[in-house]
Nanobody, 127 residues
Framework: QVQLVESGGGSVQAGGSLRLSCAAS????????TGWFRQAPGKEREFVAAISHNGARAYYADSTKGRFTISRDNAKNTVFLQMSGLKPEDTAVYYC????????????????????WGQGTQVTVSS
């Protein structure tokens, strides 16, 4: 089993910044490809960003490209999501997720490719 715990959410005004963290642990955890997703009320969960196990590859949704940066510190088993230029439409619960292996899923933007999820952290952006 893998446990994921998100933190760093909060309330900010439009244009502000937040940094989310995803701390991973588990029985035999190794650095793994990790995705960030978000879900707003009444909407489906959507892809935000993903990073490979060693940080060599990163992927972003069109809506977050240029504003969000995903990174990781494998010594701390933590993946970060630096969010800048926040907009009201970024308001959602943000989740991190990993697949069943250490590899980043072949389709990192697909919810069904991930097997372990955190409990989420709320991000609220006011105009």
């Amino acid at each position: 089993q893998v446990q994921l715990v998100e933190s760093g959410g909060g309330s900010v005004q439009a244009g502000g910044s937040l940094r989310l963290s995803c701390a991973a642990s588990g029985r035999t955890f190794v650095p793994s490809g990790t995705g960030w997703f978000r879900q707003a009320p009444g909407k489906e969960r959507e892809f935000v960003a993903a990073i490979s196990h060693n940080g060599a590859r990163a992927y972003y949704a069109d809506s977050t490209k240029g504003r969000f940066t995903i990174s990781r510190d494998n010594a701390k088993n933590t993946v970060f999501l630096q969010m800048s230029g926040l907009k009201p439409e970024d308001t959602a619960v943000y989740y991190c997720a990993v697949g069943s292996s250490w590899r980043l899923p072949e389709n990192p933007g697909q919810v069904h490719e991930y097997d372990y999820w955190g409990q989420g952290t709320q991000v609220t952006v006011s105009s």
